[in-house]
């Protein structure tokens, strides 16, 4: 096989990596294996050319696990299928390939970042980064661009105006509480796959 030459009616296709997406949250059986579901599925179906790649983790996570079976119906009823799902502990190596990391909780980004420093502009947490890229303009005006999205949210982090950062944790909980946190996650994802897709 040779290589396209100039003038020789080639054309190599440029390739693109993928904007590499992480959510985080403790054992990685509810919180994030919902976000990864839903914003996968979201970003998936959403227009533009920019290829995505999106897992989860947990900074105590249950390696080899299913999701838990009340968090599981959940996205069922979102639409996702959690029947393939495994849990995963976090790891520096994740974290320093991941272009956005999404936590559940301020807790959970602290944690990451005591792993990867490195990555302090491009974690946030969740409903943190919703609010951001759906709120505030000199972010807000970047949607359709993921890189520099996440760049102007890291410089305009201050300017976050939220009651609750944490999107809390159902394990163990009634299914009401499920059903809230399920509900949170997935409007949050919503605005975030909006904007990192918009276009013009």
């Known amino acids: 096989m040779t290589c396209p030459t100039a003038g020789d009616g080639s054309s190599a296709q440029p390739t693109h990596r993928a904007f ?28 533009g050319s920019t290829p995505f790649e999106v897992g989860s983790a947990g900074v105590r996570g249950w390696d080899g696990a299913p999701m838990d079976p009340p968090a599981a119906d959940e996205l ?18 994740l974290g320093e390939r991941a272009d956005l990391i999404l936590t559940a909780t301020a807790d959970h980004r602290r944690l990451v ?32 661009d993921p890189s520099e999205l996440v760049s102007r949210a890291a410089a305009h982090r ?36 909006s904007a990192l897709t918009m276009r013009g």
């Open 20 to 47: 590499a997406i992480l959510a985080v949250c403790t054992g990685n059986i509810c919180r994030s294996p919902m976000v990864e579901h839903l914003l996968r599925d979201a970003l998936a179906s959403a227009p």
């Open 76 to 93: 069922r009823r979102l639409g996702g299928d959690p029947s393939a799902f495994r849990g995963r502990s976090f790891s520096a190596v």
């Open 158 to 193: 201050g300017a976050a105006r939220i009651d609750a950062y944490d999107l809390g944790d159902p394990y163990g909980q009634p299914a009401a509480v499920h059903r809230r946190t399920a509900e949170l996650a997935h409007a949050a994802v919503a605005e975030i796959a």
């Open 113 to 144: 970042l005591q792993e990867v420093p490195q990555a302090l502009r491009r974690t946030f947490t969740l409903l943190e980064f919703a609010h951001l890229v759906s709120a505030v303009d000199g972010v807000a005006e970047a949607a359709g």
